[in-house]
Each structure stands twice: as C-alpha cells, then as structure tokens.
C-alpha cells in the first residue's frame, strides 16, 4: 500500500477498495515485524546456519549450535522450526513407504513380464490392491 500512496493514491482510498481498516494498516506500519517474528527469525537463522554446516544434525544438536551462536531456545522450538523449513538430518530414519529400494517380489512372474495372450482366457491378471487382506473390525 506503501507504493500505492507513493503514486498518489490515498490511503484512505486504498483501504476502502480492498475492504481494510484504516487503523490496523497504520498500526503495522508504525511496527510491521512483532518481537516474537523478529526472535523466530534470529533463531531460524542460527539454525538454518548450523545445518548448512552440519547437514547430518538433527534438531538437538542444531539447537545446541544455536545456543553457541547466541540464539538458545528449546528443544521443542528447535524441532519445530525444523520440522516446518523442512530441515532433517541427512542420516534421517527412512520413513515408512518412502523407501528407495524395493521390497520382494510377492510372487515368481510366470510370464516374465510378457502379457500379451494368443487366445481369450489363457493370461489373467489380477491387482491385489484392492482386495482387503486383514479382517474388518467392526464396533459392538
């Protein structure tokens, strides 16, 4: 809104269009960064910079860096800063499902990959996926 009231609209008409208070706009703007931002920030920093330099820290040893860089903060802070950034340690434990290598095969593949058929019904294929394979429980 700042650019706006630079090129000579109003502030007055600017709230007005886009359906704002005059009066939260102008609290902002006298202080647009609250203490508690400013401080997640500082600490984010100090974070961020310790896992550049240490990609293979998790959050503890992160915010024991932090600490040493002149941000302490919680554990839990730690891991939450982290955990939104996006920020694990490459020696992370693989999560389930998202693994690179393949399990076993379920069963031998009889056609060797080739599904093609000379005739009706002499190759059935079948995807188990959608059948339930542990029983239903259901509430008494």
């Known amino acids: 809104m700042s650019?706006?009231?630079?090129?000579?609209?109003?502030?007055?008409?600017?709230?007005?269009?886009?359906?704002?208070?005059?009066?939260?706009?102008?609290r902002w703007l006298a202080r647009p960064v609250?203490?508690?931002?400013?401080?997640?920030?500082?600490?984010?920093?100090?974070?961020?910079d310790a896992h550049r330099d240490d990609p293979e820290f998790g959050?503890?040893?992160?915010?024991?860096?932090?600490?040493?860089?002149?941000?302490?903060?919680?554990v839990r802070t730690?891991?939450?800063?982290?955990?939104?950034?996006r920020w694990w340690s490459v020696f992370g434990k693989p999560r389930r499902g998202k693994?690179?290598?393949p399990g076993p095969p379920v069963h031998d593949d009889l056609v060797l990959r080739d599904f093609t058929a000379d005739r009706p019904n002499t190759l059935?294929?079948?995807d188990i996926t959608e059948h339930r394979t542990a029983p239903m429980h259901h509430p008494s």
């Open 99 to 101: 693994s690179k290598r």
């Open 3 to 26: 650019e706006l009231a630079a090129d000579g609209i109003p502030v007055v008409v600017t709230c007005r269009v886009l359906k704002l208070a005059r009066q939260p706009f102008y």
């Open 34 to 48: 609250t203490a508690a931002e400013l401080g997640e920030a500082y600490r984010a920093n100090a974070l961020f």
């Open 124 to 126: 059935w294929l079948s």
């Open 78 to 85: 730690a891991w939450r800063i982290c955990s939104v950034n």
């Open 59 to 74: 959050h503890r040893f992160l915010a024991d860096e932090a600490e040493t860089a002149g941000e302490p903060m919680a």
